[in-house]
């Protein structure tokens, strides 16, 4: 035997093993250096409902919260189980399964608190615990298990996970169970003497980080619910009973979750979490606007692509719009995704300069998951269904188009999510609410009454169903209102709306949430809004990082000023789009903006030369980030034909308004050179900004009930409006949940449905130096659409210091007067007759009929403020130009006197002038601007620009 040779064979063999082990070592330590950090929530019903897809319609917070964290970095699992108890988890060997997978570095959430009030010991979950946190227990013979069991405390369970999760290495927080939908005095009932305290105290004890959920939350909805009614709290943001949070219940809850991590940072956990985004960091301010191009590569031969960016890029356009309509290209069968052609297209934009903006497609799903699932169509009131070959026919009230919605928009925004070519996410297309009258989807509006109204009751008293023998016994007996039927419950319709509304709202929601997961930090998302202003879903999507809209401006219709305005449009068709929604977000961008002739309106007239121009610069004048223009390619074939595009059918020629969109391009170009240190706007234009106060709900509700084929709810509103911008003045839309002390005057035109909380708002803010009007039907009813039962329009009496006595309604060919300040001013529409307290001005009184003298506008001064009261409509609007006038000068808020359709406004440092009447004026500047586009003689269809040196 050559024993130098078994020697050394029994050394290689040696290292040999040391070297596997070594490997072996390496490979577990490389394997963990490589794991991502996990984030855990274990708890009960609260952090994850059933299978936490909201098919009950409850969601618990831990299944809404991932889109906070950057999950490239830290895996977020939910192990909450619904029913447990901080007991229960552990006897049911819930906690050792989640034991065995926590690592160092990992982080463990725990709520439970709800289920350990129920009872130690019974045959139905005997989950309970000891109440408190001391060492105290309870020996059992368990009813359920049948086996003795010796229970423990509340704390105890409690101080065991965290024991456990730092004998891992890793991190545990507590959270506060969150709070129930329990009122007392106006305010959420606290259970910081109880369970609240308890977990605080453990926290304490323990040493370990605390999150105070069950008082954040309860802080929230009481702020909601001092604002809009504690109703909104039942119907929105819980579900089926007083603990179960809904979708905007569990949504709120997560938020408080991700405030109180990024505020404490927990261990180091705030370092996960997503930068916190301010919408206004997605835009370079130095680049004052961005313009772009709808283009559909899968429309066009691919041999063409290049060609056709290229040109895109060599017009200035500085990104594109991809995939809008694309699912089936996207998704050609089910589960079998394609993004090959789709990365081919970004590849070419990008190579060529150009950024995307990328589409979820879901106006159009493909035919095999409608031919699959028919049910997946809208069902319209008279029975006739939607079918494939359109756009906008799915329902979003359908569980399974949601489903698959879902399911695509996660396999896309994982494919660019963090593609940095990518710079923002645009949902759906021009989103509105459906009228689905499908089974499925009177299940969902029945579904949504419960939750609201918790009892059929309380429905029948809200309803009023005891008018014309309407009342209901069950829920099940309640359909989808028919609209077509006449004297169908004004109450009933108001909630359907609602309902239709929070529908569409749920459904962007959820489209954002699933992109977010993914998104990269620099990627917004929004979406393509239309300006119908009484839509209210324009407002309720809480997902998006701002809001868009799209505004098309010749089709035939609103004719603007002279014989061919028609061919501008008006002036204010733009503007009140950039004024209702730039104040949302404080930003906000047009997605699509007419590039010349269309196909769809009943007269598709052209645009004037210089027209698109000028559409362009009065959205820049509003303040946009970025506008887009649909689209690119005039198409050859499909429904939109004769619709233009930035070039034509040939693919090559500029088409007028394509010459436009490229002169304004190099416009914007060159005033980013010459822009400003200085951007404050002048001091007169601020001080006369102003906040119209409004509520798409009065105007579903006056719809209603008009009492005259003469009232019209939003030209009500514009004759506010339009005599806002003739003055010059900046002006925001805003809604209930904004501050009103920003603005010295605040006008809520024709706010028909108010409660106590409101009131006492407009109060405060006059009290404080505010200076409120209001309008002809204002506080007539309550936010079910009832009367008061009392005097009408009682309750804003001791508000505006006078009384209604009635109101009347005149037949528009004998208009009567409205003698103010010695001039005569025709109405017809509504007329309230007013009584003025002593101490109450009366600004203007009626002629022409049997209450001639009686008071039509009244004026008072209250604490620091004053509350004008104008209950009349007038016929063409001068009226409520001059009593603002009068307003305004009694403030000592410089004005401006503008001409019909011209409007000048500022940002930036520059001031802008758009002019849409159909004469050359002379702006009436003073000072020595330094104009940089156009000059001090502004024509029609003209712009200038300027900077005051």
Request: net charge neutral; with cysteine; glycine share 8%.
């Amino acid at each position: 035997m050559n024993t130098s040779y078994f020697f050394g064979k029994r050394k290689s063999a040696t290292a040999l093993c040391a070297g596997l082990i070594i490997c072996l070592l390496f490979f577990g330590f490389t394997k963990q250096a490589d794991r991502k950090p996990q984030l855990i929530f274990i708890g009960d019903s609260t952090v994850k409902n059933g299978s936490g897809d909201g098919s009950n319609g409850q969601w618990g917070w831990g299944d809404q919260i991932a889109c906070y964290f950057d999950t490239a970095k830290i895996a977020v699992v939910n192990h909450a189980r619904g029913g447990r108890s901080s007991r229960t988890y552990i006897s049911e060997g819930l906690w050792d399964k989640v034991l065995d997978n926590l690592h160092p570095g990992d982080y463990l959430l725990i709520q439970f608190g709800h289920n350990d009030t129920s009872p130690i010991n019974d045959t139905l979950r005997a989950r309970g615990t000891v109440k408190g946190i001391g060492e105290e227990t309870e020996t059992i013979d368990n009813l359920l298990t049948h086996k003795r069991e010796t229970v423990h405390s509340f704390g105890w369970y409690l101080r065991k996970y965290v024991r456990d999760t730092k004998a891992k290495g890793a991190t545990p927080v507590l959270v506060s169970p969150v709070p129930r939908n329990n009122f007392k005095d106006g305010k959420i009932v606290r259970n910081a003497n109880t369970y609240g305290g308890w977990v605080k105290q453990v926290a304490e004890d323990e040493n370990v980080p605390f999150i105070d959920l069950n008082n954040r939350s309860a802080n929230e909805l009481d702020k909601i619910a001092a604002v809009q009614g504690e109703a909104t709290i039942d119907s929105v943001y819980f579900y089926g009973d007083h603990t179960h949070t809904s979708l905007a219940g569990a949504q709120l809850n997560a938020r408080c979750v991700v405030e109180d991590i990024r505020e404490n940072n927990h261990r180091g956990l705030s370092h996960f979490l997503r930068p916190k985004i301010k919408p206004d960091r997605f835009f370079n301010e130095k680049d004052l606007i961005t313009t772009g191009v709808y283009y559909y590569p899968e429309h066009w031969n691919e041999s063409q692509w290049e060609r056709d960016l290229l040109k895109i890029k060599e017009l200035g356009f500085e990104f594109v719009h991809f995939a809008e309509f694309a699912w089936a290209q996207i998704e050609p069968s089910e589960g079998v995704y394609d993004f090959a052609w789709l990365d081919r297209a970004v590849n070419m934009a990008a190579r060529n300069g150009l950024k995307v903006i990328m589409c979820t497609s879901t106006a159009t799903p493909p035919v095999w998951l409608t031919r699959k699932y028919p049910e997946t169509l809208i069902e319209h009131e008279n029975g006739t269904k939607t079918d494939h070959g359109a756009r906008q026919h799915p329902s979003v009230s359908n569980n399974y188009y949601r489903n698959y919605s879902m399911k695509m928009i996660e396999k896309l925004a994982q494919h660019y999510g963090r593609d940095t070519r990518i710079m923002g996410w645009q949902l759906d297309n021009e989103p509105r609410p459906n009228r689905d009258y499908a089974p499925g989807v009177q299940q969902r509006f029945r579904d949504w009454l419960l939750r609201k109204y918790q009892t059929i009751g309380h429905l029948n008293k809200a309803w009023g169903t005891a008018f014309w023998s309407q009342t209901y016994s069950r829920f099940d007996e309640i359909n989808i209102p028919r609209f077509a039927q006449m004297f169908m419950n004004a109450h009933q319709i108001l909630d359907y709306n609602r309902f239709s509304t929070e529908e569409m709202s749920s459904f962007l929601d959820e489209q954002a949430k699933t992109i977010r997961k993914y998104a990269g930090e620099n990627q917004w998302i929004t979406t393509n809004y239309i300006p119908e202003y009484s839509d209210g879903h324009l407002r309720q999507s809480h997902e998006l990082d701002f809001h868009s809209y799209t505004r098309y401006m010749v089709f035939g219709a609103n004719y603007g000023i002279g014989r061919k305005g028609y061919r501008l449009g008006p002036v204010e068709r733009i503007a009140k789009a950039n004024d209702f929604f730039r104040p949302i977000d404080g930003i906000y961008g047009v997605m699509e903006l007419q590039p010349g002739q269309v196909n769809w309106g009943k007269i598709n007239p052209q645009p004037l030369p210089g027209a698109v121009r000028l559409w362009l610069w009065h959205v820049f004048a509003g303040g946009s980030r970025f506008v887009c223009t649909y689209r690119y390619r005039q198409p050859v074939y499909g429904t939109e034909l004769y619709h233009y595009g930035i070039v034509g059918p040939d693919g090559v020629t500029p088409m007028p308004g394509g010459l436009e969109y490229a002169q304004f391009i190099q416009e914007i170009n060159d005033l980013r050179k010459k822009q400003l240190a200085e951007t404050k706007n002048p001091d007169a234009y601020e001080k006369r900004r102003t906040a119209i106060l409004y509520n798409h709900e009065n105007a579903w509700e006056i719809a209603r009930n008009k009492q005259t084929t003469e009232w019209n709810t939003e030209l009500h509103i514009d004759k506010y409006y339009n005599a806002l911008k003739n003055f010059g003045a900046p002006v925001d839309f805003i809604d209930e949940r904004q501050d009103f002390s920003k603005y010295p005057v605040v006008i809520a035109p024709a706010y028909e449905m108010i409660d106590e909380t409101l009131v006492k708002r407009w109060e405060n803010y006059v009290e404080a130096g505010g200076n409120l009007v209001l309008t002809c039907r204002t506080g007539h009813k309550n936010r079910n659409g009832q009367l008061f039962e009392m005097p009408f329009g009682a309750p804003v009496y001791p508000l505006i210091g006078a009384k209604i006595a009635f109101y009347d309604l005149l037949l528009p060919q004998t208009p009567d007067i409205i003698l103010f300040d010695k001039q005569k001013y025709l109405w017809s529409s509504w007329g309230e007759i007013l009584v003025p307290e002593k101490n109450t001005e009366t600004w203007a009184t009626y002629s022409g009929d049997f209450y001639e003298g009686s008071t039509a506008i009244s004026h008072r001064r209250s604490g620091k403020g004053t509350v004008t009261y104008i209950g009349v409509d007038s016929q063409d609007g001068r009226l409520e130009k001059a009593v603002l006038k009068k307003i305004y000068a009694r403030l000592n808020i410089p004005l401006s006197d503008l001409p019909p359709g011209l409007h000048i406004e500022y940002r930036n440092g520059f001031g802008i002038a758009v002019n849409y009447a159909d004469k050359t004026y002379t702006l009436p500047l003073s000072g020595h601007p330094e104009y940089l586009i156009g000059g001090k003689e502004i024509p029609c269809a003209g712009v200038s620009v300027w900077v005051n040196r």
